[in-house]
C-alpha cells in the first residue's frame, strides 16, 4: 500500500494539482479511502482541495468494491449508499455517478444503482458495441432502464485504455484530432486504474521520471482551444443523452477471455488475431467470450467462498432484524454492533480474491483468507446476537449439484460433501480462518506461453496485457495438474511402490474409484452428539470395496473421525487432507519432538500424533491415530501470472496419511483433529 502511494497515489495528485486549468473524474474505493485517511491524511487534504476548486468529481461505488451483480441484493444499495455518504462527510462531495467494479454489468443493475442516488456511470464501449452501436456512436452517453428505474451510461474507450500513457503523446493528439473533426460536441471517456500511472511495471519511470504525464497534460493545455477537459456531472448538466441503449451482460473485453476454460481461451485469442486480420478492430465486437459469474464455475474454491457469504449475509441480515424487534436499534451499543457486523460482511464481498485474469487475484492466498477472516468474524458476531450455539444445515448450499452438510458452532464451522465424501471447510470462527483454504493446481491459458516466454525488456513501456515476465527460468517444471479438487478427507487406494513425490507430481495410479465420486451422505444426532456418516461401495483394482467414515464433534474444537473399510485390499490406503494457514510458510509441523517446515516435502514412518503449529495465531492442530501410520506430506505451489509476471506460489501442503493394507474382509482406521490455542 506504501509502495503504491509513493509510486502512483500521490505523484498523481500532485501532478494534478500543478495542471489548475484541467479537470479530472476520482474514484477510491472506500477501503483505500479509510486508509489514506488514518495513513496519508496530507491526500486527503489534496483530493479536498480539488474538490473545492471544482476541478475533480469524486465517483461513488460499492464501498468494498464488490461486483455487484456477484453480491445479495439486499448488500447492493447498503454499500453505495455507505460510500456515497463518506465522500459527502470527509471530501465534502455529493457523488451522484459511480465506478462499476470491474465493469461487470447486468441488465437488472439500473434498479438498484438508481435507488441508491447514482444517475450515471461508466462502463466499456465495448458493452455498447455488443449492442450494436459503432464508433463513432459513442461520443456522449445514452439512457437505460430498469422497470422505469433509469440510468445514464458513459461508454469508456477501449483505445484510450491501451493508449494512455502508453503510446506517444503524437499517437493520442492524432487520434483527438480526428474525433474533433467530426464537428459537434464529441466525447471521450477514457477511465481505467489510478495505478497504471506508477504502479504496473516500469510506469513510475515512464510517467513521472521520464515526463510523460507532464508532457501529456502539458499537450491538453496547449491545445485547449479545440480540446476541452471536463467531468461527468459537468458533460451531464449540459448535453442531452445520444439515445436510449439496453446493454448485455459483459465486462471489459479481456475479462470475458480470461474467465473461458484453457483451451477455449487459446481459440478465443486465435480467433479474434484471424478476424482482426480481416476486419481490424470491429472484430473485438463481433467475438465474445464468456460471462464474469463463470468464474464460479471455473474455480469451485471462489464459488465456496461466494455462496458462504450469501449464507453469513443472511445470518447477519437475521441478527440486524432481531435489534429491530427488540427495539435496540438506535442506541448505542447497536449502532457500533451493526456498524461492524456489516462492515465484516462488506469487506467479505470485496472482489479481487473470487476471480483471476492478469492480476494474482484467487491465486494470491493472503486475498482469500482476507475474505473468509472477515466472512467468519461477520458470523461470529451474528451467532453471538442470535445465540446460536449449533446449526445444521443439509441442502446444496454451493449449488454444485451435489448434497452438503454444514455443521456450525459457536466456535467451529465444517463442510461435508457428497462428492468424493470430503471435507470443502473447516473454519475456526474466533480465529477468522479456514484451514482447508487451498487452491487446486490447474492449467491456465497462459501457461502455454511460458516456455515461449523470454526475460529480455526491449526498451518500451507495455500495457500490464502486454507485459509477460517470467519470474524463474525453471518455472516450467512446476507446472504440474491436480486431477481433482484439494479438499480434505479424500480417499485413495494406491500401488505399494507409491511414493510422496509421485502424488506430488500427479504421477500416480489411482486404483480405487472413491475420489470425486458420490458418497451417501446421513447426519444423525445422538444426544449431544451429532454425527455424519459419509459411505461408498465402490471398487478397488476390479474388487468390491466399501469405505464408511463417521464424523462427531465431540468437544468443541475436538472432531472425531472414524473409517470402516470392507472388501478386499492389499496394497495402499491414504487419506488425504489438504492444509493452509493463510498460504504462510512459517508453521511448523512437529513429529516426535522435531520440528520440520511446513513447505518441506517429507515422509515419516510409524507414527501415532503430529501436529501443526503457528505462533502468529496461537494455534496448534493436533493429528492422533488410534495405531501408527506413515505421514507423508509436500508443499502444494500454483503457476500464477500477476501484474508482475508469471510467478510460483505456496497455498499450503497436502498431507496424506499413509497405512499398508493387507486385508480380505474388514480394517478399521481412527484419529482425531483438535485445536488448541495457546492463549
Not at 215 to 236: K, M, P, Q
Not at 245 to 260: D, H, I
Not at 413 to 434: A, D, P, Y
Request: proline share 4%; glycine share 6%.
Amino acid at each position: 500500500m506504501e509502495e503504491s502511494y509513493g509510486k502512483a497515489y500521490l505523484p498523481l495528485l500532485k501532478t494534478l494539482h500543478r495542471y489548475p486549468s484541467l479537470k479530472f473524474v476520482l474514484h477510491y474505493s472506500g477501503n483505500l479511502l479509510s486508509w489514506l485517511e488514518k495513513r496519508h491524511p496530507e491526500a486527503f487534504e489534496m483530493i479536498r482541495a480539488l474538490v473545492r476548486a471544482e476541478r475533480v468529481e469524486i465517483l461513488s461505488g460499492g464501498f468494498y468494491e464488490p461486483i455487484l451483480s456477484a453480491i445479495p441484493e439486499h448488500d447492493r444499495v447498503p454499500q453505495i449508499k455507505e460510500l456515497s455518504g463518506y465522500i459527502k462527510k470527509h471530501l465534502g462531495y455529493s457523488s451522484k455517478g459511480m465506478w462499476l467494479a470491474e465493469r461487470v454489468w447486468e441488465p437488472h443493475m439500473p434498479k438498484d444503482i438508481s435507488t441508491a442516488g447514482i444517475e450515471y456511470l461508466p462502463v466499456d464501449d465495448y458493452h455498447f458495441k455488443l449492442s450494436g452501436l459503432e464508433e463513432g456512436d459513442l461520443l456522449g452517453y445514452y439512457v437505460t432502464e430498469e422497470e422505469g428505474y433509469m440510468l445514464n451510461v458513459f461508454p469508456g474507450s477501449e483505445k484510450l485504455r491501451y493508449y494512455l500513457p502508453f503510446k506517444s503523446i503524437d499517437v493520442i493528439l492524432s487520434y483527438f484530432r480526428e474525433i474533433y473533426m467530426r464537428g459537434g460536441n464529441p466525447l471521450l471517456t477514457m477511465a481505467d486504474d489510478g495505478e497504471k500511472f506508477g504502479v504496473w511495471p516500469e510506469t513510475y519511470k515512464h510517467c513521472y521520471e521520464d515526463g510523460w504525464l507532464e508532457r501529456f497534460f502539458d499537450a491538453l493545455v496547449e491545445n485547449s482551444d479545440w480540446i476541452e477537459t471536463t467531468t461527468f456531472s459537468e458533460y451531464y448538466s449540459k448535453f442531452q443523452p445520444i439515445g436510449r441503449v439496453y446493454l448485455p451482460t459483459a465486462s471489459y473485453r479481456e475479462m470475458g477471455e480470461w474467465v473461458l476454460p484453457p483451451e477455449h481461451a487459446l481459440d478465443y485469442e486465435y480467433v479474434l488475431n484471424e478476424m482482426q486480420r480481416l476486419v481490424g478492430d470491429k472484430a473485438k465486437s463481433l467475438l465474445r467470450g464468456g460471462m464474469w459469474r463463470s468464474f464460479f464455475v471455473k474455480y469451485p474454491e471462489s464459488n465456496h467462498i461466494q455462496k458462504r457469504m450469501f449464507r453469513i449475509s443472511e445470518k447477519v441480515q437475521n441478527a440486524i432484524q432481531k435489534f429491530k424487534v427488540q427495539k435496540l436499534k438506535g442506541t448505542h451499543d447497536s449502532r457500533l454492533m451493526t456498524h461492524d457486523l456489516l462492515h465484516e460482511l462488506w469487506k467479505g464481498q470485496c472482489n479481487d480474491a473470487y476471480w483471476h485474469g492478469i492480476f494474482g487475484g484467487l491465486y494470491l492466498p493472503h486475498l482469500r483468507s482476507s475474505l473468509y477472516r472477515h466472512l467468519l468474524r461477520a458470523e461470529y458476531i451474528a451467532d453471538g446476537i442470535l445465540h446460536e450455539k449449533l446449526t445444521i444445515d443439509q441442502s446444496d448450499f454451493d449449488c454444485d449439484g451435489f448434497k452438503d452438510i454444514t455443521v456450525s458452532t459457536r466456535d467451529i464451522t465444517f463442510t461435508v460433501t457428497e462428492q468424493g465424501g470430503s471435507m470443502t471447510e473447516l473454519s475456526l470462527k474466533k480465529e477468522g480462518i479456514n484451514i482447508f483454504d487451498i487452491l487446486t493446481r490447474r492449467p491456465e491459458a497462459y501457461h502455454s506461453k511460458i516456455t515461449q516466454a523470454s526475460a529480455a525488456h526491449s526498451g518500451e513501456t507495455k500495457t500490464i496485457h502486454e507485459h509477460f515476465n517470467v519470474k524463474e527460468t525453471d518455472i516450467a517444471d512446476y507446472m504440474v495438474y491436480d486431477n481433482y479438487r484439494r479438499t480434505s478427507l479424500l480417499d485413495h487406494f494406491l500401488p505399494l511402490d507409491t511414493d510422496v513425490d509421485d502424488l506430488m507430481r500427479s504421477e500416480y495410479e489411482e486404483l480405487g474409484d472413491f475420489i470425486e465420486n458420490i458418497y451417501s451422505l446421513k447426519n444423525l444426532k445422538k444426544g449431544n452428539v451429532n454425527t455424519i456418516i459419509l459411505s461408498r461401495d465402490g471398487m478397488v483394482s476390479g474388487n468390491s470395496l466399501k469405505v464408511e467414515k463417521t464424523l462427531r464433534l465431540i468437544d468443541p474444537l475436538k472432531l472425531c473421525v472414524d473409517y470402516q473399510i470392507n472388501g478386499m485390499f492389499s496394497e495402499l490406503f491414504s487419506v488425504e487432507f489438504n492444509i493452509s494457514f493463510f498460504g504462510s510458510p512459517y508453521p511448523s509441523i512437529n513429529v516426535n519432538d522435531k520440528k520440520f517446515p511446513i513447505r518441506d516435502k517429507r515422509t515419516h514412518k510409524g507414527i501415532k500424533e503430529f501436529s501443526i503449529k503457528d505462533e502468529f495465531l496461537n494455534l496448534r492442530v493436533g493429528y492422533n491415530f488410534d495405531e501408527e501410520i506413515d505421514l507423508w506430506y509436500y508443499p502444494v505451489e500454483t503457476i500464477s501470472l500477476s501484474e508482475k509476471g508469471v510467478e510460483r506460489i505456496y497455498q499450503g501442503t497436502a498431507f496424506l496419511f499413509v497405512k499398508k493394507c493387507d486385508f480380505s474382509d474388514e480394517k478399521r482406521l481412527g484419529f482425531t483433529v483438535e485445536f488448541s490455542r495457546n492463549s
